[in-house]
């Protein structure tokens, strides 16, 4: 059998921009899939290579399953990304991964790393849902896994894990931190800040809850299990006094005044590694690599530039440093983001197992081509540079690369989340200019057939995967009789849909028109 990547098999010709060995760790990554590994590690590697910099290494914390860890603590963190355009595909060896944990497994070592003074940095890829936040932004504390973080377990959740981190920086003196949200949400920076301050005011009014039935935190007091990452009892010998929940909020608040949390946009297709990516990666390297990540040529990176320390040199490595970030993420979300959802649903009803080939049936082309420029287009003022015809032109043309198999399933994912931040908003600025979002509800109504009738074209499942599930199946369960009957049921989802969108009537007509036809198809 083929060797495996390792810093000992990697062939000379492969080796990365910069020596691994010679980086030491400066950013913290929470959510290491493989989007992160193909766009941010990239850049940063790369600003290394330009720079000469040593101290941007990258400790990475896959937030649930310990695969990640399992495919790249073996390569010595190493792995490739395997590029696929319409030539022949490239590779490169990644090598600013220095560390790598999950966090179910090690915690208090999550904690830990963020609060090390090394790191200056914390960036994320968690997904829309991995921030637990309620509809229209905040956090939501009825969330079963905030409210153990809350009551002092080692935090397992993407906010207790920065809570806890940024309390041991107040703790320790270890400076202030930067968070660069990079997921596909609406201003990510400041809805990332909200929830961090709605942690820390939750935090001060915690006084006794029960996790596992066992009381931990009582008249603000901890018993029994460890606060905020350390191991049961250390806390309590370090700073026994002083350690009621009522301080951690505190410091946490004090500290929250001096972390930055800038909005960035992201812009890469990233698909879900095949077995046949990886037998190419392997006749190309020559060894084996569990970790490859593939990815289409183009990639795009705009930050805002607020950052309360050091940072790596990303826009050597061609990253937008910028004022403002809104209008180039309102952009994408709205243009990329809404069609690639639109084509999920509408393709994925028509039996379309990829993007590529949803794209390629000319009616679905016409569609994606008209929810850009009729109905998104007049919400945008473009940011300076951008031309959104060519813009709009340029993301059809990189969903129709044949070379990325991007599964319809794959970004259908998690729409619950996904529609609002896509297509909602685009819905309510054309509603309220009077006009009628007619293609943007058309995808919203896609999806609405494909979660309520989980079959395609060809009688194939659709599978349902949210962490709405539960909730959206018994609304299309329900559901009165026809297209105007599951439309309702959908709409009283008011996690999905606010009361003011959901009691619209010329969105709810438009709906019903949308859900009719695809019925019908
Ligand atoms: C996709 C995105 O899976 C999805 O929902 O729309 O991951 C998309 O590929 C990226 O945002 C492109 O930058």
Request: glycine fraction near 10%; include cysteine; charge should be negative.
């Amino acid at each position: 059998m083929m060797e495996r990547l390792s810093s000992r098999s990697l062939p000379v010709e492969w080796a990365p921009e910069v020596d691994p060995r010679g980086l030491s760790i400066g950013i913290v990554h929470l959510g290491l899939g493989a989007f992160h590994r193909a766009h941010q590690a990239v850049f940063t590697e790369r600003a290394a290579a330009m720079t000469g910099e040593s101290r941007w290494g990258i400790s990475g914390v896959s937030q649930r399953s310990a695969s990640v860890r399992q495919q790249l603590a073996p390569q010595d963190g190493l792995y490739s990304v395997l590029t696929r355009g319409l030539d022949s595909p490239s590779l490169q060896v990644i090598g600013s991964m220095r560390e790598v944990s999950t966090a179910p497994e090690a915690p208090a070592a999550v904690v830990a790393r963020i609060a090390d003074p090394a790191v200056a940095v914390v960036t994320l890829t968690v997904t829309e849902k991995g921030y637990r936040a309620v509809a229209g932004g905040g956090l939501d504390l009825a969330d079963p896994e905030i409210q153990a973080d809350l009551a002092g377990r080692p935090p397992r959740t993407v906010v207790g894990q920065l809570a806890a981190g940024l309390i041991r920086r107040a703790e320790t003196g270890a400076g202030p931190l930067t968070v660069l949200s990079c997921d596909n949400l609406v201003a990510n920076g400041p809805f990332l800040r909200r929830l961090m301050e709605d942690y820390a005011a939750a935090l001060g009014s915690v006084r006794s809850r029960s996790v596992d039935g066992r009381s931990v935190l009582e008249d603000g007091r901890q018993s029994k299990l460890g606060t905020h990452g350390e191991p049961a009892g250390e806390r309590a010998g370090v700073v026994a006094i002083g350690s009621s929940s009522g301080n951690l909020a505190a410091r946490l608040a004090g500290q929250l005044e001096s972390t930055r949390f800038p909005a960035s946009m992201v812009d890469r297709i990233v698909p879900a590694t095949t077995d046949a990516d990886r037998e190419e990666a392997a006749r190309l390297l020559g060894v084996r690599d569990e970790a490859l990540v593939v990815a289409e040529p183009f990639i795009q990176w705009v930050i805002e530039d607020d950052f309360a320390g050091a940072r790596p040199a990303w826009e050597r490595a061609g990253a937008v440093l910028t004022e403002d970030v809104a209008p180039w993420e309102q952009a994408k979300l709205r243009m990329l983001n809404a069609t690639h959802s639109m084509l999920a649903y509408l393709g994925g009803l028509r039996g379309y197992e990829t993007i590529a080939e949803a794209v390629r049936d000319v009616e679905l082309a016409e569609l994606a081509g008209e929810l850009m420029t009729r109905d998104v287009v007049p919400t945008l003022t473009p940011p300076e540079g951008l031309d959104l015809a060519a813009y709009g032109t340029s993301v059809l043309e990189r969903f129709a690369n044949p070379a990325l198999k991007h599964r319809t399933a794959q970004v259908a994912m998690d729409g619950s989340v996904k529609l609002p931040v896509r297509l909602l908003g685009t819905v309510r600025d054309r509603l309220e200019a009077g006009a009628e979002p007619r293609i943007a509800s058309l995808a919203v109504a896609g999806w609405m057939v494909y979660v309520a009738t989980g079959r395609d074209a060809n009688g194939r499942e659709l599978a349902l995967d949210d962490p709405q599930a539960a909730r959206l199946r018994e609304a299309a369960t329900s559901a009165g009789p026809g297209a105007a009957g599951l439309v309702d049921a959908m709409l009283s989802i008011e996690t999905v849909f606010d009361k003011e969108l959901a009691a619209d009537k010329v969105f709810r007509s438009l709906l019903i028109e949308g859900v009719s036809s695809l019925q019908s198809d």
